[in-house]
């Protein structure tokens, strides 16, 4: 956002998490359109002239789809990484033995004696679009990386997760947690790549799947990450 003033963001959000029946609309416009390090400016300000904690004071206002999006882009993102690897090991509770590494304050959870399902397009959505030289020598998943998927995405990065966001979308139901990692994730990264070539693969936009798809304030915080349309 080119005229950044944390100050001025952070009294505006206090504003709308504290005003009567809470400004939905004034948190989203604030959360979407500062970058991932502006938030955290915002962030630390909020905090020290409030007296309080944003992540807080965002729970106590919001609800459900919205405050997962909201709380995801308040994390830095090696802790939203850590954050969906760790969640990604608990899709099936049974059987795991997880390990923590701190690498370049990365955080990576290594699933081990598997004997169970986890998800793993969560551990090749981070493992395989990250700087090569993070994970340099380091033998990360060794047996949870399925080939395919992983030549897929190396082949058309922002077409593999076009591919993701259409199947999260498509026939009944929505996958919000495909939508929320995808969108939150490569906000700053490729996602108006993956917008293009979306529009490219599929009859329609990823917008008009939104709008299709989700309703309300959790569907302006999705529209906001996508950019105009």
């Given at each position: 956002?080119?005229?950044?003033?944390?100050?001025?963001?952070?009294?505006?959000?206090?504003?709308?998490?504290?005003?009567?029946?809470?400004?939905?609309?004034?948190?989203?416009?604030?959360?979407?359109?500062?970058?991932?390090?502006?938030?955290?400016?915002?962030?630390?300000?909020?905090?020290?002239?409030?007296?309080?904690?944003?992540?807080?004071?965002?729970?106590?206002?919001?609800?459900?789809?919205?405050?997962?999006?909201?709380?995801?882009?308040?994390?830095?993102?090696?802790?939203?990484?850590?954050?969906?690897?760790?969640?990604?090991?608990?899709?099936?509770q049974q059987g795991f033995t997880v390990s923590?590494?701190?690498?370049?304050?990365?955080?990576?959870?290594?699933?081990?004696?598997?004997?169970?399902?986890?998800?793993?397009?969560?551990?090749?959505?981070?493992?395989?679009?990250?700087?090569?030289?993070?994970?340099?020598?380091?033998?990360?998943?060794?047996?949870?990386?399925?080939?395919?998927?992983?030549?897929?995405?190396?082949?058309?990065?922002?077409?593999?997760?076009?591919?993701?966001?259409h199947n999260a979308m498509k026939g009944h139901?929505?996958?919000?947690?495909?939508?929320?990692?995808?969108?939150?994730?490569?906000?700053?990264?490729?996602?108006?790549?993956?917008?293009?070539?979306?529009?490219?693969?599929?009859?329609?936009?990823?917008?008009?799947?939104?709008?299709?798809?989700?309703?309300?304030?959790?569907?302006?915080?999705?529209?906001?990450?996508?950019?105009?349309?």
């Amino acid at each position: 956002y080119p005229n950044f003033n944390a100050s001025s963001d952070a009294s505006v959000l206090q504003s709308g998490i504290e005003s009567k029946g809470v400004d939905e609309d004034v948190i989203i416009a604030i959360l979407v359109k500062r970058s991932n390090e502006q938030r955290q400016k915002i962030k630390a300000v909020y905090e020290a002239s409030s007296g309080k904690n944003l992540v807080k004071s965002l729970k106590s206002v919001l609800k459900s789809d919205l405050e997962d999006v909201a709380l995801a882009l308040l994390m830095p993102p090696a802790h939203f990484d850590a954050y969906l690897l760790r969640k990604a090991t608990k899709v099936n509770q049974q059987g795991f033995t997880v390990s923590t590494l701190n690498l370049k304050n990365l955080i990576l959870f290594e699933a081990a004696e598997t004997k169970g399902d986890i998800d793993v397009s969560t551990f090749i959505d981070i493992l395989t679009t990250r700087n090569d030289a993070t994970f340099c020598g380091c033998a990360v998943f060794k047996n949870c990386i399925d080939k395919k998927h992983y030549m897929k995405c190396a082949w058309n990065t922002p077409a593999f997760f076009a591919e993701k966001l259409h199947n999260a979308m498509k026939g009944h139901g929505t996958c919000e947690d495909t939508l929320m990692r995808i969108l939150v994730s490569r906000s700053e990264i490729d996602l108006q790549k993956i917008v293009e070539e979306y529009r490219a693969m599929y009859e329609n936009t990823v917008h008009e799947d939104i709008l299709n798809d989700t309703k309300g304030h959790y569907q302006k915080i999705l529209l906001g990450l996508c950019g105009p349309y």
